[in-house]
């Protein structure tokens, strides 16, 4: 029997989309043992997942860019061959600054997947069936989120770190004959130049930004900053002057495509920093191995496979926003709950900030997706995509840069020792209460959105 485009485009979607969330949840649980190997400090190990985010933010937008002139499906399928190339080579890895490059070039890669993924599926799924294709393919980023843990734990306590890189490999092999037998491409930008110049700004910028964030309190840490969004201003006024932008940055003109938007980036800025935190609380401070420290963090992932799709399903029918807001409002509690951890406190209690974390994901997820395809026309699905990927990766850039800004202040560089226990629970309190808060300005930034193209 014969699979049908849109079955076969769902299968390809949901596969390509667990191998990056399962990489990026199960290098988290991996890191103490190596920074073990390595003899590694939290704020370095901080950056072996922050340099892959920012990779990704950079080349996110270029790259989307440069498949609306040359093809989506082409630059997807590249991305799936460099991410497999460079989780075989980050298996090779002698030192942490090696192991950091090929992360780099993961980034690189996953910035040519998911700078097309939504574009493709809403321009092959009419608007009626469309909340619930992009509920399914999000639920192969949860599932690999769910499975990194678990998985990544077993692998790291009982193969070592290396091997979480490894087992992408078949996959990614898998993933790359899957996608070439797609029909179709997609080229809205055929025979339009490529905004060199913006995407040099962009790039700039958003190194800045994150470097800066993660070098505070020291000064050249504010001017670092500070000149990141001096160049992402610089960066607008160019492009709204731009024939053939990098980013047709006049769609932020669609006020409801704006807030959408801006709770995606408030939604992920809280989420990213929840695994790497919670990885290192439930292994040094409560003294988990690997393995049983990735099955309490799978609680997360469970319950957002397990309601992603039922929530994409539900944009459908009611007001995406609606269901989105709602869950920003189960974030912030979670997060609340998080946000008295203490050295003491029971398994169960992390249980639960976990589970309300997940719904509230869940629920968020393909909602808020949903909501920002619906308010733009079809020839704009491809900044859409790009723009909507961009601002997942710039919230989890900016969560890690929170994470590590507050990790130096509290704790400095120093390793992470019995003594220091105290300083890191302190800085883990710290950050949670600030996701608690930019996730009710989330639900805020859902609900202020309207319904219709701007």
């Not at 601002?391 to 390793?415: A, D, E, H, P």
């Amino acid at each position: 029997m014969s699979i049908s485009p849109k079955k076969y485009t769902l299968m390809v979607a949901v596969l390509t989309s667990f191998l990056t969330p399962f990489v990026g949840s199960s290098i988290n649980i991996a890191l103490p043992s190596i920074g073990n190997e390595f003899t590694t400090n939290a704020i370095i190990l901080g950056w072996i997942p922050t340099v892959y985010l920012l990779s990704l933010a950079v080349c996110l937008v270029p790259f989307g860019r440069i498949a609306d002139i040359h093809g989506r499906k082409r630059f997807f399928t590249y991305g799936i061959i460099i991410f497999t190339i460079a989780s075989f080579l980050a298996t090779l890895s002698f030192s942490v600054q090696m192991l950091m490059v090929f992360r780099i070039l993961q980034g690189v890669g996953c910035a040519m997947i998911f700078g097309n993924l939504y574009a493709i599926i809403a321009s092959i799924f009419p608007a009626s069936d469309r909340g619930k294709a992009l509920g399914i393919t999000i639920t192969g980023s949860f599932l690999g989120m769910f499975m990194g843990p678990v998985l990544g734990g077993f692998l790291t306590e009982y193969l070592g770190w290396r091997s979480i890189f490894f087992i992408n490999v078949p996959l990614g092999v898998l993933a790359t004959v899957a996608v070439t037998r797609i029909e179709g491409e997609w080229k809205e930008a055929i025979g339009e130049k490529f905004d060199i110049i913006g995407s040099i700004i962009l790039g700039f910028s958003l190194i800045m930004l994150m470097y800066g964030l993660s070098n505070l309190p020291e000064i050249w840490g504010f001017y670092l900053i500070l000149g990141g969004i001096l160049g992402l201003t610089i960066f607008y006024l160019v492009e709204s002057r731009m024939i053939s932008p990098v980013l047709d940055v006049k769609i932020f003109k669609n006020w409801s495509f704006t807030l959408y938007n801006l709770a995606a980036f408030i939604s992920f800025c809280s989420a990213a920093p929840i695994v790497f935190t919670l990885s290192l609380y439930l292994q040094y401070i409560k003294g988990l191995d690997p393995q049983w420290a990735g099955i309490i963090l799978s609680v997360q992932p469970i319950m957002m496979t397990i309601f992603s799709p039922l929530a994409g399903k539900l944009s459908d029918i009611t007001e995406p926003r609606k269901v989105a807001a709602f869950g920003m409002i189960l974030n912030t509690m979670g997060c609340t709950l998080f946000a008295f951890l203490g050295e003491e406190t029971g398994l169960i209690i992390i249980i639960i900030g976990l589970s309300l974390l997940g719904l509230g994901f869940a629920l968020f997820s393909s909602p808020n997706t949903n909501a920002i395809m619906n308010t733009v026309e079809s020839r704009l699905y491809g900044v859409a995509s790009t723009t909507v990927s961009t601002m997942r990766v710039l919230g989890q850039m900016s969560g890690m840069g929170v994470v590590l800004m507050v990790l130096v202040l509290i704790m400095g560089s120093s390793t992470i020792n019995p003594q220091d226990y105290p300083e890191f629970v302190t800085s883990a309190r710290i950050s949670f209460l600030i996701f608690a808060i930019l996730s009710f300005l989330g639900a805020l930034a859902s609900m202020a959105g309207g319904n219709k193209r701007d």
